[in-house]
Each structure stands twice: as structure tokens, then as C-alpha cells.
Nanobody, 113 residues
Framework: VQLQASGGGLVQPGGSLRLSCAAS????????MGWYRQAPGKQRELVAS???????NYAGSVKGRFTISRDNAKNTVSLRMDSLKPEDTAVYYCNYFDGGHYWGQGTQVTVSS
């Protein structure tokens, strides 16, 4: 499975960004897709995930501000990030799991005035 992520960039506090990720290759109809992030000096953490049936899970720090969605027909997952805070600054990684973990290239999100 290959993952191609896009989006990210620099935004002011309170702003919004959207990340997208497309999976290709030997994908399974039953899987989790999601986003992790890693800030400098910190461990990689789960931001949000969504199952192939649409069940979502969010980290407490982003609940109510971020929205994850997916298109099963296109094997894509998106993360809408609103009300961004400086502490959301990190490299964000797309993840696909169907028994094995697959990772996309990281995309930088910087929230700064």
C-alpha cells in the first residue's frame, strides 16, 4: 500500500487547513485510515482515525476542532483542521492499517502568527 499525502503549510492561530491522503496498491476493503502527528522532541501521536465503516476516533486535544472523513470509493482520507493552535504545529503523517501499518510521507503544519 502506498500513501500520498497533500496539504499542510503555514497558518495563523485560529485558521484552518485541510490534509488529504490517497491510498493505492493492494488495499483492503476493511481498514482504518487516519492521521498521526509528531512535534519536535515528542512522540508520534494519533490525531484522528476512521474505519472503513465510518466510525471515527479523535485525540482529546483536537476533538471539536478537527474532522476526519473518507471516500471509500477513492481510498482517500481527509482531515479538516479548524481553530488551529500553535500546539498543533507538527509533522502530520497519513496512516493506513489493515493488519499492517503503512505510512505516508509527512507533511508540515505550522501554526504561528
Amino acid at each position: 500500500v502506498q500513501l500520498q499525502a497533500s496539504g499542510g503549510g503555514l497558518v495563523q492561530p485560529g485558521g484552518s487547513l485541510r490534509l488529504s491522503c490517497a491510498a493505492s496498491g493492494s488495499t483492503s476493503s476493511i481498514n482504518f485510515m487516519g492521521w498521526y502527528r509528531q512535534a519536535p522532541g515528542k512522540q508520534r501521536e494519533l490525531v484522528a482515525s476512521i474505519t472503513s465503516s465510518g466510525t471515527t476516533n479523535y485525540a482529546g486535544s483536537v476533538k471539536g476542532r478537527f474532522t476526519i472523513s473518507r471516500d471509500n470509493a477513492k481510498n482517500t482520507v481527509s482531515l479538516r483542521m479548524d481553530s488551529l493552535k500553535p500546539e498543533d504545529t507538527a509533522v502530520y503523517y497519513c496512516n493506513y492499517f489493515d493488519g499492517g501499518h503503512y505510512w505516508g510521507q509527512g507533511t508540515q503544519v505550522t501554526v504561528s502568527s
